[in-house]
Nanobody, 119 residues
């Protein structure tokens, strides 16, 4: 059973900051890459940022320089520090993790946390 505990979403004014957290767990699973996706109303779910188990990061172009992804491997937790937020960042943000068991990889997403950027 794979589980996620996401937190940190909310309402913030343009130019403000938020920090998302997500703790992943799964008995008999090991965790590889982790990250965040987002989905705005009426749009598809898109990648925001990912981080490998070794700390290699990848960002969607529109968030480069504003968002920072990090992880704590001991806690199986991934973070997303979001600065200089814009109205177009408004979306439901989903935690992502790739789990491994018996040589098989499984991609899984959390239930999502709402981020609203508005004055």
């Amino acid at each position: 059973q794979v589980q996620f505990v996401e937190s940190g979403g909310g309402l913030v004014q343009p130019g403000g900051s938020l920090r998302l957290s997500c703790a992943a767990s799964g008995s008999r699973f090991s965790i590889g890459a982790m990250g965040w996706y987002r989905q705005a109303p009426g749009k598809q779910r898109d990648l925001v940022a990912t981080i490998s188990e070794g700390g290699i990061t990848n960002y969607e172009d529109s968030v480069k320089g504003r968002f920072t992804i990090s992880r704590d491997n001991a806690k199986n937790t991934v973070y997303l520090q979001m600065n200089s937020l814009k109205s177009e960042d408004t979306a439901v943000y989903f935690c992502y993790a790739r789990f491994y068991v018996g040589g098989v990889s499984i991609d899984s997403w959390g239930q999502g946390t709402q981020v609203t950027v508005s004055s």
